[in-house]
């Protein structure tokens, strides 16, 4: 049996979710609606080379000018439905994006589902969902997503692999839990004094995975989790990796 290609599974969710939303509506993405969101996933998979950047850097005008370029073809009649239609179906064969599977769409399919469904999500603190822990965006309401088993076990591993990039710039150390289950020591706290002469210490972070998956791509602010540590730790962390208000 072919185990479960979870990054289709999150590709149906991720249209769902916008299809749901429409071509206007806010996202987790800094300044971005839904409209640019699709632009995003279609020049990501079929014309890679309009994000060299993506990120910044000397090319980010000429990056940004196609994502608005295609963004902008939503507002038209039909337009957004086309979009749509390109995002789901798979790139071609030959593609990185396609071979490499869920190692480099699953979490980043995952992530803007997210994106899409809580944009318009009021924050709450110590609120818990279905896969959400405590604090954060969430919604004892029941709007988040009960995840599959199967798709809870992929996103860990793909957590397991990324955390220590994702939290490279901690100044302290940093641990994930997740309740009654998995536990990940990411970062040992450093073992030298800061200028102050202050002793760091960890920080534990706590949630279902998909929550911990959120807080780590930077969408703490709207992730189901606590953090728990010192005081200075917990906002030393904030800064770099921003985490529930």
Not at 128 to 140: A, V, Y
Not at 155 to 181: I, K, M, N
Not at 207 to 221: C, D, I, N, W
Request: overall charge negative.
């Amino acid at each position: 049996m072919q185990p479960t290609a979870w990054h289709a599974h999150e590709r149906a969710a991720l249209v769902h979710a916008l299809t749901q939303a429409g071509p206007d509506a806010p996202t987790l993405c800094e300044g971005w609606r839904t409209r640019h969101l699709v632009a995003h996933v279609i020049l990501r998979e079929h014309q890679p080379w309009t994000q060299a950047g993506a990120n910044g850097g000397p090319l980010h005008r000429w990056s940004e000018g196609h994502l608005q370029e295609l963004a902008a073809t939503a507002l038209e009649p039909g337009g957004y439905a086309a979009l749509l239609a390109r995002v789901e179906q798979p790139p071609a064969a030959w593609s990185p994006w396609s071979w490499a599977g869920d190692l480099v769409n699953l979490a980043e399919y995952f992530v803007h589902t997210e994106d899409a469904r809580r944009g318009t999500w009021e924050a709450g603190p110590e609120e818990t969902g279905t896969d959400g822990g405590t604090g954060g965006t969430n919604p004892s309401d029941g709007r988040a997503r009960d995840l599959p088993p199967g798709l809870r076990d992929a996103l860990w591993a793909q957590l397991r692999r990324a955390a220590p990039l994702f939290f490279r710039r901690s100044p302290v150390g940093v641990v994930l839990v997740v309740p009654g289950g998995q536990r990940l020591a990411v970062k040992s706290p450093p073992q030298r004094p800061s200028e102050d002469g202050r002793l760091a210490g960890t920080v534990v972070v706590t949630g279902q995975v998909g929550e911990l998956v959120l807080h780590a791509f930077g969408r703490g602010r709207h992730a189901g989790v606590t953090v728990q540590g010192d005081a200075a730790d917990v906002e030393a962390l904030d800064a770099v990796v921003p985490g529930p208000r």
